[in-house]
């Protein structure tokens, strides 16, 4: 069966195959499952799901194959649920020794019994002391006075079924055409991590250990090593005010999550409005300016830049000498080439765009794709992007 559901997840656009039906396979035959729907469902997303992007896909999915099965499970247990159905209006009282016996069993040994006993029973029981049924001295059943020693069947519950669960649909917000969070920001931002050995030797190396005694005739040398360290290094230039103005909440979201990431090495972030003239600025007001050459002085090819903004001006802004108003002392130069400047000055680049793909011709972000590679500020798009910047220079994007 779930061979067919397989295959509506792939109708659902959620990438599976032979790997993940060969794991499943061997989940199921391990019993992972616990041979119920809601243990098939958690056991199922575990494997075939790889990115949470595909987690509301395949709730649909599910919810949509398994419709109706678990009432057709329920239905093999309905008789046994009937005998269960009505307690007797007066259960049985206990006196103290009763309780006292009941009350030693732990958890494993009422399992045992209980299991014994499905095994075994064959009709309805009602007041008695040993089967399952109501209103008895049984530890198994309802309504009677097993007291807290027992297992409860029947009467009122308050369990969720699998399809439930997924018809819920609580990961919609994960969808790859939606706008991020900050913290799908930071899960998407963590994948740019990378680590360096500098420092002191301080960290056993316990490979180098090994390798050295046994080259040693087995006596004991210890080989140490300096620690593992955060080596990325970030540069985040950041377009305020004007036509970025509805987007502001989504990049105070970005600037948050890379704030907050602790993988970097470091992490500066500037400022720019439309398009970077000769300056970037400390704040979002622009009353400290950096120069770029300054900036592109301290920063080495091998910083990681990020672009954040819409791409949306003046042609004049971008393309004509003296476009900016605030130029100082810098040489009057199109807006364009500056961008080349810091696009060429970095080995790994990429430009996020919260303006939706659909607007990207007959304007300006055309001719700021001819420079960066522009991925649109989603789940799926900023993904694209950090991967982008850990492939690094010469895997352009297509498009």
Known sequence: MFVAFLYELRRAKVPVGTQEAVRLAQALEAGLHESSLDGFYHVARAILVHSEAHYDAFDQAFAHHF??????????????????????????????EARAQLEDHDFETLRRMFEELLETQ?????????????????????????????????????????????????????????????????????????FARDGAPLELDVDGTIDATAKNAGDLEVVVRPPRRPNVRVVLLMDVGGSMEPYAHLVSRLFSAASKASHFKEMRHYYFHNCVYGH????????????????????????????VGDALMAPYEL?????????????????????????QHFERSCWLNPEPEKYWSGNTIEVVRQVFDMFPLTVQGLGEAVNHLTRGRGMRRAG
């Open 67 to 96: 419709r109706g099965a678990e009432a057709s499970g329920l239905a093999l247990h309905q008789e046994l649920l009937d005998w269960l159905q009505t307690a007797i209006e007066r259960p049985a009282e206990l006196d103290a």
């Open 319 to 343: 393309l004509q000498s003296g476009g900016s108003l605030d130029l100082g002392d810098e040489q009057r130069v199109e807006g364009i080439r500056w961008l080349q400047t810091l696009q």
């Open 280 to 307: 970037v600025y400390a704040d979002d007001r622009f009353t400290r300016p950096v120069k770029l050459r300054d900036l592109l002085s301290e920063c080495g090819p091998h910083h990681k830049l990020v672009m």
């Open 122 to 194: 064959k009709e309805r029981h009602d007041g008695g002391n040993k089967w399952i049924g109501t209103g008895g001295t049984s530890p198994f059943g309802h309504s009677g006075a097993a007291h807290r020693a027992g297992i409860r069947v029947g009467g009122r519950g308050g369990g969720r079924s699998a399809v439930q669960v997924a018809q819920t649909r609580a990961w919609q917000g994960y969808r790859d055409d939606l706008t991020l969070d900050v913290r799908q920001m930071q899960v998407a931002l963590r994948k740019l991590r990378a």
